[in-house]
């Protein structure tokens, strides 16, 4: 171990960069403490990164401001644009597009969830004004404004959070230099052994082709779809999920952005697949998630050209993936992070928020500093919060494709009709009968978020939460009046997206 004023202290190894090793780097240097821990990287130049996930959810600010960025610096250096949610094109009937926002629909009134009271004066014919017109962060996105959420919890500009489009390959260089600047040694070098404890299993160190060798207590794995430690050293068993997500190829290509800066993500349902748009200060990322079995790559290429709507800034790169899990991240005294653990396609902007999830439970189930094993239930506890965070998600995943009403192609057919996660099945059960959404108090995602793919693709309840029959009809019209009132109201306060980003990073 590492030595410090005459104390031990405890090397932790994060083999790969990008924005995993980075994020891992600089997240594990600000939460535990230099005198007790000694961090180092390694990666090569000549091993280069996936480097295409623009787009992220609402938790990447806790881990901004946990390191103290400041926000308009980190939008300058990384090109960065706000996001209020998520635009679906084409998932239920071709002709449909709904936005999943990073906020409320409506609010509780007499202690029942607003969907039931919606359901309630659609059932009664009192209204049919539809889901989506009682979210304030759906009518800023296709109004193209942007504001902070308003402090005041009374106000209906409270609803909502944000998150950021933003070039992953900059993040990645504006944390390596955060984390150098605090401590974090990186050494640079392809990767020539893993060395192994013969009577532990541990990993003891890595050689790099240099001739250098790095020891540490515990390494981090985030060498990408490789998995090198995990999966090719430790032989960690994966489970393989494409027969839920078929889709097993990406097509990326960034071109020239166009002056309606819109502040959300667009997914758009394809013949075989999605295309995305995520729109950055500097340019508009583009791509086309896609199944192989359903679709050729070249006829691919020409769908992903025909979707954006800019010049293209170079050719389309191919990424091949397979969508799955490993059975546990953390085996041995080596802990897997981004891509080498896993991989789930970026429908809903979840990568970068399963590094964060794992570097935010790995601090909190660190072994001690002198301790020189891994306590196994450390061991256990990291992997049931893994495989928690993974299979929710995958769950929220396959709902927008066996939601879909795309009838007729042969893609859309299969994944409509494919037998389903059991977990899954019993989430459509209970919001089929009753209304009734799931309620998660750790991982992804809220009861908003399936209740906007549910309702924006057409899936119906039978019936509603009888505790909405308590409000008398009459006092129902005017609560949603006023509602639609305040949303409207609120809208008309605020600058265009462009305008408030251009301002607000100068």
């Not at 020539?192 to 003891?204: F, K, L, Q, S, W």
């Amino acid at each position: 171990m590492a030595e410090v004023s005459g104390r031990r202290r405890y090397k932790i190894a994060v083999i790969g960069g990008g924005t995993a090793g980075w994020m891992a780097a600089a997240g594990l240097r600000r939460r535990l403490s230099a005198d007790d821990y000694a961090i180092a990287l390694v990666e090569s130049d000549e091993i280069g990164t996936v480097g295409v996930g623009e787009a992220t959810l609402p938790h990447i600010r806790a881990f901004n401001d946990m390191l103290g960025l400041d926000e308009a610096a980190f939008m300058r250096a990384t090109g960065a644009t706000f996001k209020l949610g998520i635009e679906f094109v084409g998932w239920g009937d071709p002709a449909d597009r709904y936005i999943h926002p990073f906020g409320a629909f409506g609010e509780p009134w007499a202690g029942v969830p607003f969907h039931h009271h919606w359901l309630r004066a659609r059932r009664a014919g009192r209204d049919d004004t539809p889901l989506q017109a009682y979210s304030y962060a759906i009518a800023a996105a296709r109004a193209g404004i942007f504001d902070f959420p308003d402090e005041d919890v009374r106000s209906i500009r409270s609803t909502y959070a944000y998150a950021y489009h933003f070039d992953a390959g900059r993040y990645a260089a504006l944390l390596r230099n955060w984390a150098e600047d605090r401590g974090v040694v990186r050494h640079e070098g392809t990767i020539d052994a893993v060395d192994r404890n013969a009577e532990t299993g541990d990993i003891d160190a890595v050689t790099l082709r240099s001739g250098q060798r790095v020891e540490a207590d515990l390494f981090v794995d985030c060498t990408g779809f490789g998995s090198l430690l995990l999966g090719k050293t430790l032989d960690t068993a994966w489970q393989d999920w494409t027969h839920w997500l078929p889709c097993d190829r990406a097509l990326a290509l960034p071109c020239e952005g166009v002056e309606a800066l819109t502040p959300y993500t667009r997914a758009t349902a394809q013949q075989a697949g999605w295309t995305w748009r995520i729109p950055l200060q500097h340019r508009t990322g583009n791509g086309y998630v896609f199944s192989s079995a359903f679709i050729d790559g070249d006829a691919a290429r020409e769908t992903l050209l025909r979707a954006i709507d800019g010049a293209p800034l170079g050719e389309p790169r191919l990424l091949r993936f397979a969508p799955g899990r490993r059975e546990v991240a953390w085996a041995a005294n080596c802990v897997a992070i981004g891509l080498s653990s896993g991989f789930l396609e970026p429908l809903e902007s979840t990568s970068i928020f399963l590094i964060q999830a794992a570097i935010s439970d790995l601090v909190d189930l660190m072994p001690r500093a002198d301790d020189r094993r891994v306590d196994p239930r450390l061991r256990t506890a990291f992997n049931r919060l893994f495989a928690m965070h993974y299979d929710r998600v995958r769950d929220f995943l396959v709902l927008h494709y066996t939601a879909n009403a795309r009838t007729g192609e042969p893609f859309w057919n299969y994944v409509r009709e494919m037998p389903l996660p059991d977990s899954l099945v019993a989430k459509l059960a209970l919001y089929r009968a009753r209304g009734a959404l799931p309620a998660y108090q750790f991982g992804l995602f809220s009861a908003d978020s399936w209740l906007s793919v549910l309702a924006g693709q057409g899936v119906e309840p039978a019936a509603f939460a009888g505790l909405a029959d308590a409000l008398p009809l009459d006092a129902l019209d005017d609560k949603l009046s006023v509602l639609r009132e305040r949303i409207a109201a609120g809208t008309q306060q605020a600058a265009t997206h462009r305008a408030f980003v251009a301002e607000y990073c100068a």
